[in-house]
C-alpha cells in the first residue's frame, strides 16, 4: 500500500537548505505553518527509522526535487546532497527524506509559505524537526 493509499500524502519529505560556499552560514527553508520539511507536513507518528531500513519501491529523488521545484517555483535549480540518507518509520510504511540545496551565494526570496531560518532559530520546535536539521548540519559541515 502506498503513502497516498495511508493517508500520508506524498511518499517522500524534502529538507531545502543553502549553504554559503565563503561563509559556510547554512540556512533552511521551512513552511511558515510549521515543521522543516517540504512540501507537507510529516505524519503524526513519524520516528527516525533503523540506519539502513530501505523502502521496498520508492521515488526517485530526482523526480521528488522536480516536483517541488514545479510547486514552489524555486529559481535557481536546486540541487539534491547524495551524501544524505535518512528514512522515517510511519505505521506501515518508510517515508525517504531527501535534502536538496540552494547552489550559489544568494538566497532566493522565500516562496509564499516559507521562510529561510538558521538553526539556532529552531529551538523550541519538536525534537524530530530539531533533529533532521541537525543531521542535515552534521553532513553538510562535519
Not at 511518499?11 to 507537507?40: M, N
Not at 551524501?83 to 516562496?111: I, K, Q, R, T
Amino acid at each position: 500500500m502506498s503513502a497516498e493509499q495511508k493517508g500520508y500524502g506524498l511518499p517522500w519529505r524534502l529538507l531545502v537548505c543553502h549553504k554559503h560556499p565563503v561563509s559556510a552560514r547554512l540556512r533552511f527553508l521551512i513552511p511558515e505553518q510549521g515543521g522543516v520539511v517540504l512540501p507537507q507536513p510529516l505524519p503524526q507518528l513519524a520516528v527516525l527509522a533503523e540506519p539502513g531500513a530501505e523502502a521496498p519501491v520508492q521515488c526517485h529523488p530526482a523526480s521528488a526535487l522536480r516536483q517541488l521545484q514545479e510547486l514552489l517555483g524555486i529559481q535557481p535549480a536546486l540541487e539534491l546532497v547524495g551524501e544524505f540518507h535518512l528514512h522515517l518509520e510511519v505505521p506501515g510504511l518508510l517515508l525517504p527524506v531527501y535534502l536538496a540545496a540552494l547552489p550559489g551565494h544568494e538566497l532566493c526570496p522565500p516562496p509564499p509559505g516559507t521562510r529561510w531560518i538558521e538553526l539556532p532559530q529552531s529551538i523550541g520546535m519538536p525534537w524530530l524537526d530539531r533533529e533532521l536539521l541537525r543531521r542535515v548540519y552534521e553532513v553538510l559541515l562535519g
